[in-house]
Nanobody, 124 residues
Framework: QVQLAESGGGSVQAGGSLRLSCAAS????????MAWFRQAPGKAREFVAA??????YYLDSVKGRFTISRDNAKNTVYLDMNSLTPEDTAVYYC???????????????????WGQGTQVTVSS
C-alpha cells in the first residue's frame, strides 16, 4: 500500500513557475511507477507526465515546459512546471502504480494509488 500527498499548488501569473511535490508513504516507493494527472473544471482528468524505470513521458502540450522527477531517498516525486499558461489551470493529482507498462503509462485506470490533488491556478 502507498499513500500519496501532493503539495506545492497555488496561484501564479502566466509565464510563471511552480513545483509540485508528491510525498509517498511506505518503504517500497522505488518499485512504483509514478505519474501526474490533472483535471480542469468541466473536463475529464488527463495524463500530464509519468516516470517509469527512469524513462519519462509527457502530454504533448507540456513537453519542454514540465519536468517530472523523483527522489527515492525522500519518497517523493516532483513536477516542475515552467512557462505556465491559463490552460494549465487544474487540480493536479499524483498517482502510483506497480503494473503499468510502457503502452499504458498514460492510462489512469492502470494507476492504483492517488493523492487528494492540489490546485494550480494560472491567471493571464
Amino acid at each position: 500500500q502507498v499513500q500519496l500527498a501532493e503539495s506545492g499548488g497555488g496561484s501564479v501569473q502566466a509565464g510563471g513557475s511552480l513545483r509540485l511535490s508528491c510525498a509517498a508513504s511506505g518503504r517500497t516507493f522505488s518499485r512504483y511507477n509514478m505519474a501526474w494527472f490533472r483535471q480542469a473544471p468541466g473536463k475529464a482528468r488527463e495524463f500530464v507526465a509519468a516516470i517509469k524505470s527512469g524513462s519519462t513521458y509527457y502530454l504533448d502540450s507540456v513537453k519542454g515546459r514540465f519536468t517530472i522527477s523523483r527522489d527515492n531517498a525522500k519518497n517523493t516525486v516532483y513536477l516542475d512546471m515552467n512557462s505556465l499558461t491559463p490552460e494549465d489551470t487544474a487540480v493536479y493529482y499524483c498517482a502510483g502504480s506497480s503494473r503499468v507498462i510502457t503502452s499504458t503509462v498514460r492510462v489512469e485506470t492502470f494507476y492504483d494509488y492517488w493523492g487528494q490533488g492540489t490546485q494550480v491556478t494560472v491567471s493571464s
